[in-house]
């Protein structure tokens, strides 16, 4: 996987790319006039844009307030250290908050705004094909099964139900791992009420990591 990021500024050509297990920061540095960074290894570089409402990399009091992309086992992942304003990633299949602070799968192209006025395109190159959105779709599941609505979480279930469905994959692991996802919709589908009780996220939280698993460990 081949990943790069910059600013999505029509006047900032600064990208910088991540081919390898470095993880870059991207945070606020005040005395380049509030200048928004991208740092690799110790290398910093500016994106182009200035924005005051992002975070510095670390606050008064020695906490993190930068983003991070990372690699693991060859997947890249987003993720908010500690930021003072919301970070969203948004992608195809909708939006995913990260102000929680736990790290987000990223398999396609992406968007991930940061501050008030500031978004980071992320452009990935990959190498799957027509299955390549099946785990981003998983991810977000996973991500929204205990936050969202009961409609909400319905409708994204079934719409990654129906990609597995339509993927050309016929192992018996496979069929074991959709099964489940047909499960965990079936369960939600069968919900009253606005939200999910604890075991409908359970089965929604299982079933989409091992959904999401699949691929990434194909």
Known sequence: MRATIRAADPESTAS????????VRVYRVPERGE????DKDGSVTSLGVHDISVSREFDDDGEPGYIE?????????????????ETVQQNAFGEIDLSDGEPSLITGDCTVQIGYSTALEVEVEQSRGNDRPIPYKADL???????????????ELRELKEMMH???ISDERYRNVL????TAFENVENTRGDELPTEAVQKVSSATKRARNYFLSS
């Open 16 to 23: 910088l790319s991540v081919t390898d297990e470095s993880a």
């Open 141 to 155: 599941v996973l991500k929204i099964c205990d936050v969202r609505s009961t409609n909400e979480v319905k409708s």
């Open 179 to 182: 099964a489940d996802v047909e």
């Open 69 to 85: 992309f990372y690699k693991e086992d060859s997947q890249l992942y987003v993720q908010d250290a500690g930021s003072s304003s």
């Open 166 to 168: 339509a993927a050309d």
């Open 35 to 38: 200048a928004v960074v991208a």
